[in-house]
């Protein structure tokens, strides 16, 4: 009991199991583990006592260290010099103790009943001083702070903020790894106040900042009552607080509200006290995907026997406290009652002498009585003559109310007058309307009568015409009938000389050609994208290949094709122009079904490819039309082996020349260049690179996250690119969400002068590809990534690049990691918002 309410007794019953021999070990390991706790905090409050007295006795002058080689020691000195001059402030101004005391016991009895016991065992204004500093931490002295603001203190007022400053600078620039195993308050010597939070993240990419919000975020406004004691590394790092017993309940109702938060933020583990509120080890506390209810995981946690434990815990000590409080109420009363009897004895003495003025003060009592009378016989008088007086304000008051009721319905009599006025022009303005609207349509009508007459005339004009040019192309018909009949014989002839593409040879082929696939339910399974082996709309004529790509949420496998980057370009007319004509063959009638037809008629993606998406035989355009989706027959008729065969039947490129041959690429103006050098040692630690931010036009900022090592079901074999819309300067002057594209480019440096072949694709915030605007959203405190800007919710490509296309190729002349470093570019940012 009396270690629960004060932990410096401890070290008194460690002391007291060492003088027995049975209990020897027990009292030396309490010890050592008492030592260990509270070394480092005694060395705080040692050197705060010894700058007390050294400025009491004037013999030095204080001063911080500007030594920077430890701002952590610094810290504490310059901790324990605050304190140090609060205590001369509040001595000078002359601050009651007992006022201080009174004020001390009314915040914390919430948290502690009994903890004005403690209280009343400091006797001067520096030990208050230094009671309130042990329930301050290094970069937290609110406590202090709220003492001071309660009595108007203004020059320790001033001081804290100075300290606070200083405090604030330090917090931010510090890095994390600077401050581990270092002890930022006291430490409870019990498990159960303790909490501790297991965190995934380096700890060089952090601040001690970033360690406050993190708690804020997890415990809201509870984290004033919890206090920092020591961050300790590990696999990742640990962060030990200490916090009253009696918040248990409280605390692990708030972190279970706040845990998938903390989740995103890169929480392992949680414990407060006995209690394990989240371990993503423990296979019994099993945390809800996403969409699912939290309701069993909370009766889990509470159903533990941690929780049953620290909870019982908490409920035992309330009740303790409660037993001391009632024992303190006790001593109060039995000293009460002493109170009582001296004051009967005192009165037993003056009984006798108030017996012989009795007399008197009934004289005296009789006189007043009398004088009362009268005053009373004064009141009631006046009384009567106010009550007459009221009567007739009253009825002042009903007569003035009544001339208000008159002149007000005289005002609504006028109003309904020149209200009338008002509905009797509105009918006259209409029906001047109306006569005016009358001659319009009048005046419509012959014009319209004259317009027909002329047209009738050009009709029949253009008729004559029609049938003179009729007899022409009758003529022509037939002529492109007798095509099309050589042009058929042809085509069974060459049906049975059909190639079927592949990636052995290297032969160029035009249509018709067969394209297999194989493992189709891989590619839809793994969500990837398949690309056929190339091919040639006609002899030197535009390089071409399909794509098949599954649709999520059409549940469908669509087909694409993709114009490509070819060795006759330089002479072809762009943008190209044409219509593919495609079949798939029917397993089991053995017969080619026509497919689709699919037209080139968008200046979007029927350019020149210069960069694109990668593919075993070369760069293909990463832009294309909407997909055509298979056949809607039972799809089980045209697989066999897991596979289907889709024959190019004919390629019609149109003859017109829409504009002139393009030679050269465009020139590239590069809003952002990030390098990510060692891509090596970030594949194989799996981890993500962070570009500078960079705007917009308009403002929007934005950062890439790029992962070497590829995330989802994609790691360990491609590249993936987000990008995260960030906190920007121009916000508040912004249209969120953010609709608009960025171009980005992944850079071939084989030959950067060349200008192409990099690998390009287009990530686009629209409505239709963000529906729940996530990915778009201004940046808020809860939706930031833990200790940066940017939202935790980026949008772009997990399949970037795959990692078998990074190395050199001599055919394609391509090579994205050269020196183990890879260069990413953001080409263009379009705004669509308004």
Partial sequence: MEICFNHKNLQKFAEFLCNSPATRNMGNIIMQDYVKELVSYMYTFCTFSWLYKARKSKSIKISVSSDKSDEFEERRADLASTLVRIIDVVIGIGVEVEKLKEYLRICYARLNPIVKLSINECKTTAEIIEWIGERCSLTKIRPLEQVMEHFEIKKAISIIQEYNIRNQNFKEKTSLHQCLDKLFSMSSVLQLEKAVFVVNKRVEDCTIKDIEEFIDVALEDLSVDVRVSVIKKGNSFSIFCSFPVMLSESLILTALKNLKVLKDNGLLKLTIGYCTVYDY??????????????????????????????????????????????KEDSKEIRAFEKKIEFINERLSSFQDLSENMTEKLKQEIQDKDRFIAKVKKELLELKEKMKQDIQGDKMKQDIQEDKMKQDIQEDKMKQDIQGDKMKQDIQEDKMKQDIQGD?????????????????????????????????????????????????????????????????????????????????????????????????????????????IRYDDKKKSSNLHAHLMAGDHDDDLQWPFRGTLITEILHRKTKTFRYLAEIIFDDDKFCGRVWNGVPTEAGIASSIVGEGISFVQEPFTEYLEDNSIVIRVKSVNVES???????????????????????????????????????????????????????????????????????????????TFPFRGKIIVQIVNQFDRSTLRNHIEKTIEFTDKTDPEERFGARVTGLTRFFGSGHSHQGFGYHDMLRHEFLMFNAKHRTEYLKDDRLIVRVTKIEDYNV
């Fill in 656 to 734: 017109l020349v829409r504009t002139s041959a393009i030679t050269s690429p465009p020139p590239i103006k590069e809003e952002m260049l990030f390098e990510i050098a060692k891509f090596s040692h970030h594949k194989k630690s799996n981890s993500e690179c962070i570009s500078e931010g960079f705007y917009s036009a308009k403002g929007y900022k934005f950062v890439l996250m790029v992962y070497p090592n590829g995330r989802s079901h994609f790691q360990g074999r491609s590249v993936s690119i987000f990008a995260h819309i960030s906190m920007g300067d121009y916000d508040n002057e912004l």
């Fill in 439 to 547: 001659k319009m349509k009048q005046d419509i009508q012959e014009d319209k009568d004259f317009l027909i007459d002329n047209k009738t005339k050009e009709i029949s004009k253009l008729k004559e015409k029609l049938n003179t040019d009729g007899e022409e192309l009758i003529s022509l018909r037939e002529k492109l009938m007798e095509n099309e009949k050589m042009k058929r014989a042809y085509q069974t002839q060459a049906n049975r000389r059909i190639p079927t593409l592949n990636f052995v040879d290297d032969d160029v082929y035009t249509p018709p050609v067969d394209v297999i696939m194989m493992s189709f339910d891989k590619y839809n399974k793994l969500d990837e994208d398949w690309y056929s082996r190339a091919f040639y709309t006609h002899t030197n004529g535009y390089k071409m290949c399909l794509c």
């Fill in 281 to 326: 080890k423990d296979q019994s506390l099993c945390y809800p995907e996403e969409g699912e209810a939290l309701d069993e995981y909370i009766s889990a946690v509470y159903a533990s026997r941690g929780t049953l434990e620290q909870l019982l815990i908490s409920a035992s000590l309330q009740l303790m406290y409660r037993e001391e409080q009632n």
